[in-house]
């Protein structure tokens, strides 16, 4: 018996489970059979009134009697419900990522939740899962990247001048991004988002902002990126700078988040939730949650929210960097981001809604969702489904994980598939190949109900974090140099 026998019986992640296994051991060294001692914790859960001046279930009948959340969504002769929850492309996803949401779906704090097309596995909750909870924020739910998001800016010109002047647009990417783990520019760059008094006032903040402050205007490694392509508009996008008309566009589009600082802040908080949670089963040990009550969970949602503003200002310095480097007009553009909890309200009722990995598309809301490398991603306009929790795919997302798409593929069979695309590939990680991503077309039909496409982004001119698979041939031939842990799903 473990703690999963005892989720599957019905009991909630949290300290009933702890209690009742103890109690289960307890039992059980009396000589009480497994299976009848699983019956006497069905019966706790279904009447635990009248267990609570057991010798040894009483504690279990006052954890369960005790605990709020359980008992608002119990009946009376059955045990607690998941919440609900739906599934948008059923078929694609890998069973790992739907068991990690059917388990997330049964904390206590978990009111209702959705799986989008691209989901894959990940720690806690899966990425691509959405979760809204009842007065809690799950760290990990968010992610480790806080506020990865993407941006786009479109420019007042063709994309024929990438062809025109190729070197040109190449030499302004190697110049005007840095990619890598532990990028920063020598000079920092300066941004009004470190200006923020949160900086010096939050305990745990205060101590990352120098290399913030260094790291501000880079992108990570991973499924980071900076890329040049064709912007097809097909329906006016709305934004800031005015609508951008029908037509091909030159754009801009990047992938980046909130570098160490959020990092930082995701593993900090998350060890504090664990050890609050510290009976959780070792399968719930990521979905611990901090209460927004609690000086843990508010410290945490004011990290958050920073992290947030800075991954942003990150993307602007990097946009604006670009655009004066190549000098054509910008016409507009669009921003989101992904890996972040909102407060929102479903049937109202006042949530926190957590989507790692997943594109808010809530009625009208604009956003960006790419493909790989190779393929094309979408500016999208959402649908408002409230079964989605105004949600969609962030990408196309993984069919295959890095160690297997190294082993699976080969740069000369991905320069020859990238070059009938028309992309250059400046730099990657061969973990990166296009084949190691789903159909990002499948992706958009599964969610036709959630967001509609607007423009059709293409890529040609393509960084990431690692080495150009060219000049690598031709410094070290017959070596290879791949660095391992890239990611492009966004």
Request: hydrophobic letters at 40%.
């Amino acid at each position: 018996m473990n703690g999963q026998t005892l989720i599957d019986l019905g009991f909630q992640p949290g300290r009933a489970v702890g209690i009742a296994l103890k109690a289960a051991a307890a039992a059980q060294a009396n000589g009480t059979p497994e299976a009848e001692t699983l019956a006497a914790l069905a019966d706790v859960l279904r009447a635990p009134a009248a267990y609570a001046d057991h010798p040894v279930y009483g504690a279990v009948a006052d954890a369960v009697m005790t605990d709020t959340d359980y008992n608002a969504r119990r009946s009376s002769d059955s045990p607690v419900p998941a919440a609900p929850y739906k599934v948008w492309g059923r078929d694609g996803i890998e069973s790992d990522a739907l068991d990690q949401m059917k388990r997330a779906v049964k904390l206590p704090i978990s009111v209702r939740g959705a799986l989008m097309p691209d989901a894959h596995p990940g720690y806690g909750l899966p990425i691509g899962g959405v979760l809204a909870t009842d007065n809690a924020v799950i760290p990990y739910a968010v992610g480790v990247d806080i506020a990865c998001r993407m941006r786009l800016t479109v420019f007042d010109t063709s994309p024929h001048i990438l062809d025109q002047k190729r070197e040109r647009f190449r030499t302004v990417l190697e110049e005007q991004t840095r990619f890598g783990a532990g990028s920063t520019w020598s000079l920092p760059r300066e941004h009004e988002v470190m200006d923020d008094p949160l900086w010096d006032e939050h305990t745990a903040a205060r101590l990352f902002k120098d290399v913030a402050w260094r790291q501000l205007g880079t992108s990570g490694s991973g499924n980071h990126f900076v890329e040049f392509g064709a912007l097809v508009v097909n329906s006016e996008i709305p934004s800031p700078l005015g609508t951008i008309a029908p037509g091909t566009y030159l754009a801009l589009l990047s992938h980046s988040g909130s570098r160490r600082f959020g990092l930082e802040m995701a593993n900090r908080y998350t060890r504090i939730a664990m050890q609050m949670h510290e009976t959780l089963p070792k399968e719930y040990q990521h979905l611990a949650w901090l209460g927004l009550d609690h000086s843990a969970g508010a410290e945490y949602w004011a990290a958050m929210t920073l992290a947030g503003r800075y991954a942003s200002a990150n993307h602007a310095i990097i946009h604006q960097q670009i655009a004066e480097a190549i000098g054509f007009p910008v016409v507009g553009g669009v921003e989101n981001h992904h890996n972040f909890a909102w407060q929102e309200t479903f049937d109202g009722q006042d949530v926190i809604v957590h989507r790692k990995g997943a594109t808010p598309a809530g009625m009208g809301v604009l956003g960006v969702i790419p493909g790989s490398m190779g393929t094309p991603g979408y500016v999208v306009r959402g649908l408002g489904s409230a079964e989605a929790l105004n949600s969609a795919s962030h990408g196309a997302g993984r069919r295959l994980s890095r160690k297997r798409a190294i082993e699976k593929f080969d740069w000369d069979s991905v320069r020859r598939y990238l070059k009938e695309q028309n992309v250059e590939l400046i730099s990657a990680g061969l973990d990166e190949a296009p084949g190691a991503y789903k159909d990002i077309r499948k992706v958009m039909a599964d969610q036709a109900d959630l967001v509609e496409a607007l423009a059709e982004f293409q890529p040609r001119l393509v960084k990431m974090d690692g080495d150009s698979p060219d000049r690598r041939a031709e410094r070290q031939p017959g070596k290879s140099r791949q660095k391992k842990g890239r990611r492009r799903s966004p």
